[in-house]
């Protein structure tokens, strides 16, 4: 008897994502720059739980209720907030042991979209290793979802996915038939030795660097950071649990 | 005084097209497999004019009024039609100066989301460098819009994009800070001199394969076999008037 094998897709916005929906699969929310990268750096310095809301109004009524609260737009931390939106105000002096909330509208939209797959993680080049070895213990169709820039196409997550998907293609039992996934590990290979040259090109790189937010943009393509998963239980962010 | 230089983006997707929709811009739509092709090829043979539709009803009651009918699923031609979808159907003694009707559910909708933009041109590679020439000499944003498959990304039409984008922004005046025309740019690039070999890898090659359609990939992929290039007026498509 052979075994179905597994799909690889890459969906690359969330304004696709209808035609890869797919209960049996683990979907891995992208937003390189910087919203997954956060939160994976989070989970890295020993937080306890992230939950993920859409605007400024839910961030401000958790804030009310004492719990800690990153929120900021364009760069400026809300005078109501703890700290930005940036991985390097997670700090763990700030945040071990703590619950909080992140404000991320792409983010938190892209999160909640798949909450009815199989499992939800949160990806970046931080945990690309463990996303990884995770995926194929699991064994499952997998739907690479790039958070993109207010539903467009974006080269930093589109990158990403290419790294991942290419990844879990080199083990056995997994396939692809998805043209998004081959461009996807095209334009990975094409980036992968010169990845700062490359997203120079990328327009979030260009927001970033306009409100002296691009000192991130190194940081959140380091490989292999951390062996942290962060994923979707209920509504708020935790770590997996049979990850090693 | 310095001019505002014109845009070029890609939408890499019809259900992209909400963020790229642009009233004052040229819009190219892109099926190369096939019914863009197809419809170049038409208008090379002369035919006076085509009116594209989405479903086969509307087809059939067209047909009913005498028009000539292309409109095939699935690779069969349908019995109440004159011929199928393939530009191969499109011979010179069958179609010159008649009016047809061209049945595509992709093609049709992506022409019709367009229609309010300043014009919507159809291309392909052939009418690649008419169409570079003309939406140089109107001076006019550009957005290339990819038909896909079933509002997937797919490769043989971000490859157009790539090249038409590219092939646009050589000239003065042209910018984009657009990530989807980096991509497509670069993917065009990498398959540019083995067009064959990479769209082995598109989703769309097995369909047509599958179906004994794929003699019509690489004449889809042939480069400038015309100069004309349809455009639409009303409801109809027919050739642009100020071409040279």
Redesign the interface.
């Known amino acids: 008897m052979t075994e179905r094998k597994r799909k690889v897709e890459v969906c690359?916005?969330p304004?696709?994502y209808?035609?890869f929906s797919n209960d049996d699969a683990i979907v891995v929310i992208v937003d390189i720059l910087r919203a997954t990268s956060a939160i994976v750096t989070a989970f890295m310095n020993g937080v306890k739980s992230i939950i993920p809301v859409a605007t400024l109004d839910e961030a401000l009524a958790y804030k009310k209720r004492g719990f800690f609260v990153a929120a900021e737009r364009d760069g400026i931390v809300r005078d109501f907030a703890d700290f930005g939106n940036s991985p390097y105000n997670f700090k763990r002096e700030l945040i071990e042991g703590h619950d909080i909330v992140y404000s991320t509208t792409n983010g938190t939209h892209c999160i909640m979209m798949a909450r009815n797959s199989y499992r939800v993680l949160i990806g970046g080049y931080l945990n690309l290793d463990a996303l990884v070895s995770y995926i194929v213990k699991e064994n499952r169709d997998l739907v690479i979802l790039c958070a993109g820039?207010?539903?467009?196409?974006?080269?930093e997550d589109?990158l990403f996915a290419g790294a991942l998907a290419e990844s879990v293609l080199r083990h056995d039992g997994y396939t692809t038939?998805?043209?998004?996934a081959?461009?996807s590990i095209?334009?990975w290979n094409?980036a992968r030795n010169n990845m700062m040259a490359y997203i120079d090109?990328?327009?979030?790189r260009?927001r970033l660097k306009k409100n002296n937010l691009d000192d991130v943009i190194a940081y959140c393509h380091t490989l292999n950071l951390t062996s942290v998963i962060p994923t979707l239980e209920n509504n708020y962010l935790t770590l997996v649990k049979n990850n090693q």
């Open positions: 690359l916005s304004a696709l209808n035609e820039w207010k539903n467009k196409f974006n080269l589109s038939d998805c043209d998004s081959h461009a095209d334009l094409l090109k990328a327009a979030q260009h």
